[in-house]
């Protein structure tokens, strides 16, 4: 069975950096993309990128280019995603989830979130 | 890019009661779109792909339907579990975009 497991919850202050993370598994992260997904309090789902873990091939939505960094390491089969800069609209729980092949159009599995505080 | 509708926002049933969701794409998505159940304090989870495919272990009370612009999931009887919100989504090249969600509640 593919599990997706996310690192815990964080508060960080505005303005600090702050590194999630997603594991998986050795054979999800040879052969699969890793997508991005933020849920803003008491909202939707919205798709922020994804990436390929074989040759960080990586795909941002334009509403998140520029604002966050995907990244992996295939050695610990982890996926990360990134802030050098947090502000207070960036609280939120954010899902890791498994596109199992490029031309696939669904995402399954998901990991189990990780809830980001942003407060002063 | 694509936008996707849901409607309605909310739905009030009992349980035992039939279900009917909407998903309306902005321009065709063929039969690409797919379906998220998500609970409270849980992640989303795949119930639909390919508009019509039940995802591993999905309930057989679970069917979807549509292509082109318009897409329907039915919840054939409702179970005190499938209260929850209901997402459909669609891929297009390498942009994912949701729906606003549909939310099942309790009449």
């Known amino acids: 069975e593919v599990q997706l497991v996310q690192s815990g919850a964080e508060v960080k202050k505005p303005g600090e950096s702050l590194k999630i993370s997603c594991r998986g598994s050795?054979?999800?992260?040879?052969?699969?993309?890793i997508a991005w997904v933020r849920q803003m309090p008491g909202k939707g789902l919205e798709w922020m990128g994804i990436?390929?873990?074989?040759?960080?091939?990586?795909r941002y939505s334009p509403s998140f280019q520029g604002l966050v960094t995907m990244s992996v390491d295939m050695s610990i089969s982890t996926a990360y995603l990134q802030w050098s800069g947090l502000k207070a609209s960036d609280t939120a729980i954010y899902y890791c989830?498994?596109?199992?092949?490029?031309?696939?159009?669904?995402?399954?599995?998901w990991g189990q979130g990780t809830l980001v505080t942003v407060s002063s | 890019d694509i936008v996707l509708t849901q409607s309605p926002a909310t739905l009030s049933l009992s349980p035992g009661d039939r279900a009917t969701l909407s998903c309306r794409a902005s321009q065709s998505v063929s039969n690409y779109l797919a379906w998220y159940q998500q609970k409270p304090g849980q992640a989303p989870r795949l119930l639909i792909y390919?508009?019509?495919n039940r995802a591993t272990g999905i309930p057989a009370r679970f069917s979807g339907s549509g292509s082109g612009t318009d897409f329907t999931l039915t919840i054939s009887s409702l179970e005190p579990e499938d209260f929850a919100v209901y997402y459909c989504?669609?891929?297009?090249?390498?942009?994912?975009?949701f729906g606003p969600g549909t939310k099942v509640d309790i009449k």
């Open positions: 390919d508009a019509s």
């Open positions: 990436i390929y873990p074989g040759d960080s091939d990586t």
């Open positions: 989830a498994r596109l199992e092949y490029d031309w696939t159009t669904w995402l399954d599995p």
């Open positions: 989504q669609q891929r297009g090249n390498w942009i994912f975009t």
């Open positions: 050795e054979h999800t992260f040879s052969n699969n993309w």
